[in-house]
């Protein structure tokens, strides 16, 4: 089973998916497949940590099948992104943000138990500063730390702000600017969202449930607003292992070079592969096998 969970953390409304049920949790439970063998209480405890962050706009349910794939090895948790009105604007912050992250993984239950990041779009931005954070190479001196990033179809805030430099960038990206129209995202967002899954699903080759989420607009905002701002972004280089998974057919982000991810991380691996931008629905089963071969090496 699927578990949701929520919990206040730096006075925010943190929640999350999970593959079992030893935390405060709220009562609703989904079914993460027909094929997966009931959970043992506690069972989980000790297996290493597979943190999923999805991206934009998207919720922790995009994952749902992964939890099938995974939680026989790990415990699978999934966090939502903040929505709109769940935090104030100063939160939205990418530091901050990471920092909220970085508390909830520092609580008890996660002592000696190594974590693996799997990110994807807008999931990778903030997978970055957490795995800065909170790197296995950085945090030598503390039994909590994350040994592994998989970046999927996704890049660093750093590599975005460079990108907008790129004309064929900016032409796969012209929506962010009108994103920054004051109402424009709500309108969308709220009023016609049928309308904005519909347009989406002509990107992806998958009867999935893309773009359910669009409410976490204003965090996707802030974000590209920071990117396109004067503000020097220099985060500092991540040396835990790097995977990083891209498909040929991405209409929203150009195929990524070694050249632009070598000023990020110092331990890459780069696999393209055909698909579009939501790739680990499309072909869930060869992408979950890469991540945990890359993992378990």
Request: aromatic share 12%; glycine share 4%.
């Amino acid at each position: 089973m699927i578990i949701e969970n929520q919990k206040t953390i730096l006075k925010r409304n943190f929640r999350w998916l999970s593959s079992q049920n030893q935390y405060p949790a709220s009562q609703n439970q989904y079914p993460a497949s027909q094929n997966q063998a009931p959970e043992k209480k506690n069972e989980d405890t000790k297996k290493p940590i597979l943190l999923l962050l999805h991206g934009f706009p998207d919720s922790a349910f995009i994952w749902s099948d992964w939890f099938s794939y995974f939680s026989g090895d790990f415990e699978v948790i999934a966090p939502f992104l903040p929505l709109a009105g769940e935090v104030s604007d100063h939160r939205f912050q990418l530091d901050a943000l990471a920092l909220d992250y970085m508390t909830f993984l520092s609580e008890e239950k996660f002592k000696n138990r190594p974590i693996h990041i799997v990110a994807h779009d807008v999931g990778v931005v903030l997978g970055f500063p957490l795995a800065q954070m909170m790197g296995a190479t950085v945090l030598t001196k503390t039994s909590r730390a994350i040994n592994s990033l998989t970046a999927i179809n996704g890049l660093s805030l750093e590599q975005f702000k460079k990108r907008l430099t790129q004309p064929t960038q900016l032409a796969k990206s012209w929506y962010m600017g009108l994103m920054q129209v004051p109402g424009l995202a709500s309108r969308i967002f709220h009023k016609h969202p049928k309308l904005f899954q519909k347009i989406l699903k002509k990107f992806v080759s998958t009867n999935q449930n893309i773009g359910a989420e669009g409410r976490s607009y204003p965090l996707y905002r802030a974000w590209i607003k920071e990117a396109l701002s004067d503000k020097n972004i220099r985060q500092q280089k991540l040396h835990i292992p790097l995977l990083v998974l891209w498909t040929t057919q991405d209409p929203f982000l150009n195929a990524p070079t070694w050249s632009e991810f070598a000023t990020v991380a110092s331990n890459i691996t780069i696999r393209m592969m055909e698909g579009s931008h939501w790739a680990h629905l499309e072909n869930p089963a060869d992408i979950t096998k890469q991540v945990k071969g890359f993992i378990q090496l």
